[in-house]
């Protein structure tokens, strides 16, 4: 029985997934709806995957709700199996098989699928239709597993860290593929360590940190308005570096211009980039592992930071530096 269009695609109320008494996932409520991209973010072992895992009805759930196009996914059969699109973070596909003669053999599963020639090329593997799995790239072989993802038409596609060992043009062509699946209407929920691959193809994106789901809203905007406020930072007379935070950072630049009598030293106008507002959120979720990291022993413990609302911004981070 297919769901009603109002109903979200996807429905978890509570979730959790305890491994004895460690939470993999901690209580997790969130609907994506129909149609939509959502996007999860999150740390190595913050829970997505086990997330999505007991979503495909792979893994079993230790206490909350789910819906997945209206089924508990703990009790999906195969008519629901089929309107599902998988593609797992690691596959142990055979290599004794060409692409082509996988295709076909997956495609056999599904009532309605895609035309295999067409999925080959979508995926751009036309060149190693012929060839076995076993031969290809890894970066051929996890297009393999898009392929063999989306070859049954599914209503829902889950992507378990797709891209990962793709060139930058394969990527390229991925969020191409995915823009027109989505143009068709497929809902897609896909995990990723690519805050641009989020940025390209999530309509929202989550971020889990420790088993909960610390922030939702659309890419651009996690975080919030504060987390986004530009930073300026000099060095003072008193040879000391200074930052604030401002709506207004030419006002402040101005200011100090004249209260200087010139140019202020090491003058930086910075503006937080979404790597660094996900880093952000995420240290300030992450519990004590990364406390007391923050300016601590560099330059800046002497830092004045005046109307700081936003989360922390931590200078000595790789991407602070490459935006220095
Ligand atoms: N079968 C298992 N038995 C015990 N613990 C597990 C098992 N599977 C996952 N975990 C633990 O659950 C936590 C969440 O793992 P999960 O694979 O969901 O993380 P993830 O966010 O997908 O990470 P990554 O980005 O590395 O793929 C981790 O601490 C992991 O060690």
């Known amino acids: 029985m297919h769901q009603t269009d109002s109903e979200p695609a996807i429905r978890i109320r509570g979730l959790r997934k305890t491994y004895g008494s460690q939470a993999a996932v901690d209580g997790v409520d969130l609907d994506i709806a129909r149609g939509e991209t959502f996007a999860l973010l999150?740390?190595?072992?913050?829970?997505?995957?086990?997330?999505?895992?007991?979503?495909?009805?792979?893994?079993?759930?230790?206490g909350g709700e789910a819906s997945v196009l209206g089924v508990d996914p703990a009790h999906g059969g195969l008519d629901w199996k089929s309107r599902l699109g998988i593609v797992l973070q690691s596959t142990g596909e055979s290599g004794a098989f060409t692409v082509r003669e996988q295709l076909r053999h997956f495609a056999g599963f599904y009532p309605n699928p895609r035309d295999v020639e067409e999925v080959i090329a979508a995926v751009g593997l036309e060149a190693?239709?012929?060839?076995?799995?076993?031969?290809?790239?890894?970066?051929q072989r996890r297009r393999v597993d898009v392929a063999l993802g989306i070859v049954g038409r599914p209503e829902l596609l889950f992507l378990d860290e797709p891209t990962t060992g793709f060139?930058?043009?394969?990527?390229?062509?991925?969020?191409?593929?995915?823009?027109?699946?989505?143009?068709?209407?497929?809902?897609?929920?896909?995990?990723?360590?690519?805050?641009?691959?989020?940025?390209?193809?999530?309509?929202?994106?989550?971020?889990?940190?420790?088993?909960?789901?610390?922030?939702?809203?659309?890419?651009?905007?996690?975080?919030?308005?504060?987390?986004?406020?530009?930073?300026?930072?000099?060095?003072?007379?008193d040879g000391l570096v200074h930052e604030q935070r401002t709506d207004e950072p030419a006002r402040l630049v101005a200011s100090l211009v004249a209260d200087l009598g010139g140019e202020p030293a090491e003058l930086e106008v910075i503006r937080p980039s979404l790597e660094d507002i996900?880093?952000?959120?995420?240290?300030?979720?992450?519990?004590?592992?990364?406390?007391?990291?923050?300016?601590?022993?560099?330059?800046?413990?002497?830092?004045?930071s005046v109307g700081a609302t936003g989360p922390t911004i931590d200078p000595t981070t790789d991407a602070q530096e490459a935006l220095a």
Not at 186 to 207: F, P
Not at 278 to 304: F, I, K, N, P
Request: a positive charge.
């Open 42 to 62: 999150g740390p190595n072992g913050a829970g997505k995957s086990t997330t999505v895992e007991i979503l495909e009805g792979y893994r079993s759930r230790t």
């Open 278 to 304: 996900y880093l952000d959120l995420v240290r300030s979720h992450a519990g004590t592992e990364h406390a007391g990291t923050e300016h601590a022993g560099t330059e800046h413990a002497g830092t004045h």
């Open 167 to 237: 060139d930058p043009e394969a990527r390229r062509d991925f969020w191409q593929l995915v823009r027109t699946l989505k143009a068709e209407g497929t809902t897609i929920l896909l995990t990723t360590h690519y805050l641009d691959e989020a940025a390209q193809l999530g309509d929202r994106a989550g971020v889990i940190v420790g088993g909960r789901l610390v922030d939702v809203g659309r890419v651009h905007e996690l975080g919030g308005a504060a987390a986004r406020v530009p930073i300026v930072r000099w060095r003072g007379a």
């Open 128 to 139: 190693k239709a012929s060839t076995r799995i076993a031969k290809l790239s890894g970066g």
